[in-house]
């Protein structure tokens, strides 16, 4: 009875490990021909191996491996994936691979977009155009210096503003009161000079005046000169 019992155990126990494989290899697609593909990142931004591969929102393959490039001198990151073989012939030349990040926990993949029905298709094993992830980090390192920036440009504004309001500075005299008068005067003159220079250019336009019939007179101009 012990045996039988602990037969029934392990036999039950098997069918659950093989259901949960045939489960797992059917989410993965684990048992169907894939087709090999390589993208080139200059940074992956916390992807790893096994991240899911998404063609226009569904899910299509997963990625192989990540490694740096014979050359030492390249200065990017190699990513191989495989898709499902009927989803190969969609990735075209005009198809671009772009790392997207999914759930709370900011998990990455690879998203593929479809590419346009008139562009070729990649043959197995050929590089798929890439855009790289932004460099949050760097983003916010500089957002930091640009707020630091106008934190500076506003302490100095302020000192200026304060150094005119006591009269202390250049700005300050010129806005002072006691010169406002000036001003208001000095402003008055330039308005009448203004107006006595229309006058002067209205009547020259018109060839009144000495200075208006040489203009208008080409004749008389020329003997002058």
Known sequence: AVQIKVGLLIVTALILLSVTIFLMGKERRFFENKVPFEIHFSRTIGLREGAP?????????????????QDVQENYIVVQIKVVGDVGPRIRKDTLARIRTQ????????????GSPESEPLPAGS???????????????????????FASIASSLKAILKSAEEGKSLLG?????????????????IRSASASLKNILSSVEKGEGVLGQLVQNKEAGQAVM
Request: a negative charge; hydrophobic letters at 40%; zero cysteines.
């Open 103 to 114: 759930g709370v926990l900011g998990d990455k993949f690879i998203e593929l977009s479809g």
């Open 53 to 69: 591969i998404t063609l226009t929102g569904v899910r299509v393959g997963s990625v192989e491996s990540l490694a740096f490039p």
């Open 173 to 189: 005299q010129i806005v002072a009161p006691e010169h406002e008068k000036k001003w208001i005067d000095t402003a008055n003159n």
């Open 127 to 149: 590089l798929i155009a890439s855009v790289d992830p932004l460099d949050y980090e760097t983003l916010l390192g500089e957002s930091e210096d640009v707020v630091q920036n």
